[in-house]
C-alpha cells in the first residue's frame, strides 16, 4: 500500500465513520479497516497491568502466565450451545511485486475485497520457506481488533467478524521458520520478532512499518520466534540458536528499539557467576540457555520470570564439564529495570537431551502451607513440575508428572531437582530413553485456575533410542552427535497438577489413532471451563475441576492455544488450525 | 479443512533434520545449486556463503597446517589448546577477514596465541579455508558410528524364549529376519516396534494385522472391524464387507474394545533394560 492510498484512506475513514451504509466492494474494504480504527483507542501500558478480562494484551493474556479469564458469560452450564461465529483463512505471502498472496479471498462471500499487503524486510525475496503458513502462538484481542502472526507475517483481523484489516509480510533473509509465538503492543506500536533475527514495529492502526532492528546475528545461525513481551518502556525480546551460541534476553527501548539492556544465560566473562559450572569460559560461551518463550512479569518485585533453554552441545556434554551448567535449563527472575538477575533455580542441571526449561512460567498468589505466598509453577519439558517462592526463588515442591520418564534416578537431590542417570544420555547400540526429544511438555503454554487451585499443562508420553554417532571425543556441536529414532507410541494427556503437594489431582488420556501429536496450550475461565486441543483435531472444553468433557468441535488440530475476549458485550473462543482461526460465541 | 499438523513436539528434530539436508547440499554440491538454480528460489535455513576459490581453500590449507593445527584442530574443530573455530561467534561473523584479520595479525596473547605476520594474500587464503567448512550440528560425514551390535547374543536368545516365543518363533515369521535389514539401526528400531524406522533406505515391508475395534451396542450387538478413527467422541471401522460404521461414543454405551497388534510391544517398552534390548538384537541379527 502506498504513502498515498494510506493517506486516502486515512481521510475516508472520518466519512466511514459517520456513514452507516456500505458502497462497493473495495471502498467498503477500506472505510470498514479504517472505521474499526476509529474505535481504536492506543494501548496505554498501564492496563498490560490488568487481570486478564475483555482484552487480551500481552502473550499470556496478563503478566502472570496463568490464562486465566475473568469472562464468564460462556460458563459451564451454557457451553453446550458454544457454537461457530466465523471462520477466518489468513492470505499468505504476496506474489511477487507485493499484491495479492490469496487464492480465494478469505472476507469473500462477505462483499469485502483484501487490502493491498505492506511488504517489508531485509531479504532478496528468493528464499523457500516450505513451512506451510500456521498461527503457533497468542494473538492479541484490543478494542475490537485481533492481532496475529506466524513467521514473517502479521495480521489485523476484525474480531467480531474475523475480517482482514491489514496485511504485513516480512522479506526473509531465511532462518528456521518453526513458529512465531506472537506479537507485542505499547500504544499504537506492534513489535514482532523474524526467523532471521529483526525486532520490527509496526503501526497497530495501519500495520506499517515504523522501524527494525537487527536483534542477534544471522551468521551465527539464531533464529528468532518468540513473542515480545512489554513492560513499561521495556520491550523484552528473546532469540533462539541450534548451533552453540550464548542466550539472551534482550530489553529495547519501545520508542526507537534502542538497546537498554542484555542479559545473558551464560557466563560471557572471566569471574562471571557460575562460570565454574563449565569447563572452560569458552564453553560456557558456547553453552546455549536459548531463551526463545515469553515470561512472566511480577510488578511488585519488577521480577521478569522466564525460563532459559538447554545447554549446547545438547548431547555430547563432556565439552561442558562435569558441572551444572549455569544457567540452562533454569527459571531465571530478572529485573527490568537493571538486566540483573535476582535468583534462579535450575530444572535440569547439566542436561543431555536438548529439554529446556523454557516453558512460560505461571505465578500464582495463594495459599501454601497455612502462608499465603508469592508462588511461580512450572511444568518442564523434562517431565517435572516444580513450585518455587516467587521472590526468592526458594523451592517449595517437585514431582514427576509423567510415569514413562526414566532419564533421572529415582530420588530427586536435597534441592528438588532431577538427577541425571547417564546410562539414560545415550549408547552407541543405542538408549531407550523417555521422552522423545519433544519432552513431556513443550511450549505449549499452561493454565492455572484460582477457583480449583489447579495447574493445568499439556503432557505427552513417549519413548526414543537415544544413539550416539560422535565417537571424537571434542564432541559434536549443536544438536550433532546422536541420532534420536522414536518410537511411535505416545500418549496424551491433559494433565491438572495440585501447586500445594505436585500431586496429580486428575488426568485425561485422550483416545486417539493418531501417533506422536502432542497437545496444545490451555485456556481456562471463570467459567468454570478449561478449553484445549486433542490430537485428533478437536477444540475441547473440560470441567477444570474434574476433566470431564463438556464440549468440543472437530475444527481440525488446534496448533496455538485457545484464547478468549469480549467485544461490544459478546465473549468469543477463538483457536487456530494452521492458517485459519475460528471463532465461537454463544446467541442468545 | 484439517491441515497437516505441525508438532512442535518435534520441533528440534524438525530444524536438525533440515539443517542435515541442508549442510549436505551446501558441503557437496553447492557450486552445483548456484550454477543450475542461479534465478530459482532457494531454501536458506542458515546462512551460507558462496563457495570460495578452490586453489585459494587449498594455500589456505597449507598455511593453516603449519601454523594453526596444533592447537585448532586440522578440521578446525579445535585442539588440545587452542578453541573451535568452527563454531567461533567472530568467525562465524566475519564476511572476508575483517574480523579474522586483526585476530591473526595481532594475536590473543592473554589467551597464548601469538602474532602471525601473514601478507595480505596470506590472510585471504587462510580465511578461505577456514570459510570453506560447514558450521552445523549434523555432518554427514561423521555419522559413521561402530556397530550397535555390541549385545550378548546368548542372553538375548534366553531373553527372546521368555518374552517373545509365544508370538514368534526363529523359524517361523523371523526366519531370515537379519538379512532383511541392510542398516543395524533399523533391524533393532523394527523388532522394537515395526514402523518406527530409522533414516536411510526405506525399511523392509513387515506385514503386521491391523488394529480392529469391537463396538458392543446397547442393545448388546457387537460391531467389529479395522479401526479407521478414534477420539473421545466417535469410533469409526470398516467392517469386513468394506462398509463404513461410526457410533457416538460419549455416553455410557457403546463399549469399545481395541486390538492393537503392537500393544505387546508398546507395554514393553516400560519393561526393557538398555542391555536387553542390545542382547536381542545381537540374536536377532544371527537370523540370516
Redesign the interface.
Known sequence: MSTAEIAKGAKGAKKAARTAGRKAARTVAVFAAFASFAAFAPLDPASLLKPLGEDWTSYSGDYTGRRYSALTQINQSNVKQLTLAWVSKLPGAPAAGGRGGRGAAPGGGRGGAAPATIVGGEGTG???V???L?V?GSILAVNGVLYVSAPDHAWAIDAQDGHEIWHYFWKT???????NRGLGLWNNYLYMETPDDYLVSLDARTGRERWHKEIA?????YFSTTAPVVVGNHVLVGTGN????PGFLQSLDPETGELQWKFYSVPMNPGDPGVETWKSL?AA??GGGQMWLPGSYDPETHLYIVGTGNPT??YTSAPRGEGDNLFTCAIVAINVDTGKMAWYYQTSPHDTH?WDSAQTPVLVDADFKGNRRKLVLTASRNGYYFTLDRTTGEHLVSSKFSE?VNWAKPELNKLGQPVRNP?KDY??????V?S????AT???PPAFSPDTGLFYVPT?E??A?Y??????P?G??????K???????STTYMTAIDYKTGNIVWKHK????AS???ATGVLTTAGRLLFGG?P???L?AFDPANGT?LW?A????V?NAPQTYMVDGRQYVIAA????LYAFALYQ | MAPTVKDDGQRRTRGTRRTNIVSAISACSALIVVTLMPLAAQRRDFPTRPPGDPAAIERGRALYSVNCTFCHGADIRGGDSGPSLLRSAMVLDDQNGELIGPVVRGGRVDRGMPKFSFTDEQLQDVVAFLHSFTAAGYDVSRMKPPSILVGDAVAGEAFFRRTCASCHSPTGDLRGYAAKFADEKQLQQTWLLPGSGGRGAAPPRIDLPPTTVTVTLASGQKVEGVLDRIDDFVVSLTEKDGTHRSFRTTGAAPKVEIHDPLQPHKDLLRAYSDADIHNVTAYLATLK
Open positions: 528468493d528464499v523457500v516450505a513451512d506451510a500456521s503457533k533473509k531465511g532462518g528456521t521458520h518453526i513458529g546475528s544471522f551468521a551465527q545461525q541450534d548451533l552453540d551460541a569458552d560461551r558456547h552441545p545438547a536438548d514413562t546410562e549408547h552407541i547400540a543405542g538408549a531407550l523417555s522423545a526429544n519433544g519432552g513443550n511450549w505449549p505427552v513417549s519413548y533410542m544413539y550416539l554417532t560422535e565417537t571424537d571434542r559434536a556441536m549443536g544438536l550433532g552427535g541420532e534420536e529414532i522414536g518410537l511411535g507410541a485422550f483416545r486417539t489413532a506422536a501429536r502432542s486433542d485428533s483435531g478437536n475441547v468433557l468440543h472437530a475444527i481440525g488440530q496448533t488450525v494452521g492458517d485459519t
